[in-house]
Antibody, heavy 121, light 108 residues
């Protein structure tokens, strides 16, 4: 079955760029009916959708982050990435990657990575 | 933005009891685009219900979802010890996709 694994630095300095990668194993990132998503969760708080990408390269960003955000995909290595610029302490969170499945008109996040903690300090 | 408001914030129940969790959207939402997730401490969220009422693979039938328009409900018919967790509703019908703030189901 498909598994996802986030990786990247756990500590980023304010004003710098946060970069994370999500590796996809057990399946192809180039599935037509799959989108690939980033979600974050600040300490002790709820979930925030960051954005999605399709293997075609189409991206869908949360408007609140759009000016600082780039999500990219590499089908040759089966991973996708997040880049968030000009970070502040408010960007400190656990970052999750997830697969979004599109099926019979529904979208749902059915596979999640374990999450990686990023602290901005 | 379609804001999702969950109630109650915390539900204190005993194993074996029935749990009813509410999710209200600020704008009407197609039932196709309302999902529910469970998150246990220190873990990633897990998909429970998609499209308002469809159980995800491997989810026990004590979990059920219903609703339409702006009002949606997740029901756990008989709470098992592993069901004490935080539950989030999420909409993917309009951008940005949004989550409710969560309902904590705790042991009474």
């Amino acid at each position: 079955q498909v598994q996802l694994q986030e990786s990247g630095p756990g500590l980023v300095k304010p004003s710098q760029t946060l970069s994370l990668t999500c590796g996809v194993s057990g399946g192809s990132i180039s599935s037509t009916d799959s989108y690939w998503s980033w979600i974050r969760q600040p300490p002790g708080k709820g979930l925030e959708w960051i954005g999605n990408i399709h293997y075609s390269g189409n991206t869908y960003y949360n408007p609140s982050l759009k000016s600082r955000l780039t999500i990219s995909i590499d089908t040759s290595t089966n991973h996708f990435s997040l880049r968030l610029t000009s970070v502040t302490a408010a960007d400190t969170a656990v970052f999750f990657c997830a697969r979004v499945t599109y099926s019979s008109g529904h979208y749902y996040m059915d596979v999640w990575g374990n999450g990686t903690t990023v602290t901005v300090s | 933005e379609n804001v999702l408001t969950q109630s109650p914030g915390t539900l204190s129940l005993s194993p074996g009891e029935r749990a009813t969790l509410s999710c209200r959207a600020s704008h009407s939402l197609s039932s196709y685009y309302l999902d529910w997730y469970q998150q246990r401490p220190g873990q990633a969220p897990r998909l429970l219900i998609y499209g308002t009422s469809n159980r995800a693979a491997g989810i026990p039938d004590r979990f059920s979802g219903s609703g339409s328009g702006t009002d949606f409900t997740l029901t756990i018919s008989r709470l098992e010890p592993e069901d004490f967790a935080v539950y989030y509703c999420q909409q993917c019908g309009s951008s940005p996709w949004t989550f409710g703030q969560g309902t904590t189901v705790e042991i009474k």
